[in-house]
């Protein structure tokens, strides 16, 4: 049995909760390779280091003082060192970075030393070999494509030998050897390819809440958590908004069946959310999660005998694609077939894509709705539940929203709901309390 131990931002924000997080290591021999976020934030107001790197990066490349910012990071840094009461310096370390910045070296390799310092604190405190993400994460190019082929080859023989290492999260190497970072939260990925080629059993992600809850907090009074989610049903959930996990992390442990545990740093007896390719274990309720989001549009095209004409889908999404505007969701009738699209990516080409609608398919009518909030709805356990649709539409019902569309996947994983922006919290808390509170 072998662990990847990754852990966020908040679980290694100060010497406080360096110490968690070294007792939760040391409490699991199995606990072998672990990948370290970036200090974030210590209390709400905090800033994180990757963002003081950023704005420091910033000063620089315009040629404007940025020692004071550099010193202010070293000091969050030091802080943590001496918490620890650590025989360890930086001073070399931020010469080499302060060197890096006069060069104007890139934004990329500015944040990146977040993730790299916090890596060297963490391998000197827990003496655990350290291993530059650099030498061993690979991206193809600068638009940040992975190149997942030479990364397992070099990172796998590298692990082979080295029993217990400490690997930075959040950046990799390009071709030429430049500094390149995945997209912000971007650790979780690390892990992820960590975990991948070390083939170890578990991936567990530490950060500050106990896993992943039924609904959004600042909606649901105290939501109920979820145990077990299938990869699937997540990337449906985090799609629409669902946050804690990076939307990519998923994809290299998927690969090779590598469950994800997503576990607390404050609260390590709990025993988190598991996240399996598959299970036979059923979830609590017949939902596994809802989650959704606001600022859609909907475009809905009419013309009579539509469903006969062929290639009519398509040439309506030409319409949208021309503009560079990717769509949501497309539930379609007889006679009309309506787009969902990103209002703030939309609204600015509104008429441009109009006039492709009316110069591809001459349509009879086309509608244009604003305001419009998607909630997904997911759950493995609906394929074997009748009445799940019919349940949460007497409670929207119920409690008098407006139903604008109904689109569910043909994997019966998910049902999408379309309501007005207003309705949106109140939606949520319907269907809640419809499958969660009242089940019985
Ligand atoms: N430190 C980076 C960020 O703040 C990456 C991460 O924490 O995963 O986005």
């Known amino acids: ?26 409490a699991d021999e199995n606990r072998r390779y672990v990948v370290p976020s970036a200090p974030g934030k210590r209390f709400g107001k905090d800033t994180k280091v990757t963002d003081m790197l950023y704005a420091c990066y910033a000063l620089a490349e315009t040629g404007k003082d940025f020692k004071p910012a550099l010193k202010e990071i070293k000091a969050r840094y030091q802080d943590i060192i001496d918490g620890l009461e650590l025989d360890l310096s930086l001073d070399g370390e931020f010469a080499v970075i302060e060197k890096n910045f006069q060069e104007k070296t890139g934004r990329d390799y500015a944040a990146s030393r977040g993730e790299y310092l916090n890596g060297i604190i963490l391998a000197a405190y827990i003496g655990f070999a350290f291993i530059d993400a650099a030498e061993v994460i690979f991206f193809a190019d600068e638009t940040g494509t992975w190149d997942g082929e030479k990364t397992r080859a070099v990172l796998s023989e590298r692990l082979k030998s080295c029993e217990k290492a400490v690997i930075p999260g959040f950046y990799g190497s390009l071709p030429d050897g430049r500094i390149k970072t995945f997209s912000r939260g971007g650790s979780d990925i690390t892990g992820s390819i960590v975990a991948q080629a070390a083939g170890v059993d578990v991936y567990e992600n530490w950060t500050d809440v106990s896993g992943f809850l039924i609904a959004d907090p600042r909606i649901i009074d105290n939501p109920k958590g979820i145990d077990v989610i299938t990869y699937r049903e997540l990337r449906e959930l985090s799609y629409m908004g669902a946050g804690v996990l990076h939307e990519d992390a998923i994809f290299p442990v998927r690969q090779e069946g590598i469950p994800i545990n997503i576990r607390n740093t404050n609260a390590p007896e709990d025993e988190g959310t ?27 095209v009419e ?20 503009q560079g505007i ?23 080409k509104e008429q441009k894509v109009v006039a492709g609608i009316h110069r591809m398919v001459k349509p009879d009518a086309i509608e244009i709705e604003s305001d419009l909030a998607l909630i997904a709805v997911v759950g493995r356990g609906m394929k074997s539940t ?10 929207l019902a119920h409690n008098n929203v407006n139903v604008k569309m109904i689109d569910q996947g043909s994997s019966e994983l998910n049902i999408i709901i379309g309501v007005n922006n207003g309705d949106f919290e109140t939606a949520i808390r ?11």
């Open 1 to 26: 049995m072998s662990k990847v131990v990754k852990f966020g931002g908040s679980s290694l924000a100060s010497a406080e909760q360096f110490k968690k997080v070294a007792a939760i290591i040391q």
């Open 274 to 300: 598991w996240i399996v390719g598959s299970t036979c274990q059923k979830s609590k309720y017949v939902i596994t999660g809802i989650a959704g989001k606001k600022g859609f549009c909907s475009v809905s």
């Open 303 to 322: 013309k009579d005998m539509m469903n006969s004409e062929i290639g009519f889908g398509r040439r309506v999404l030409s319409a949208f694609e021309e």
């Open 326 to 348: 990717s769509f949501e969701h497309m539930p379609s009738g007889i006679d009309t077939l309506t787009v969902f699209v990103h209002q703030d990516e939309f609204i600015d």
């Open 386 to 395: 009748r009445g799940t649709a019919g349940r949460i539409f007497s409670a």
């Open 430 to 440: 319907a269907i809640y309390d419809i499958f969660v509170l009242t089940a019985v």
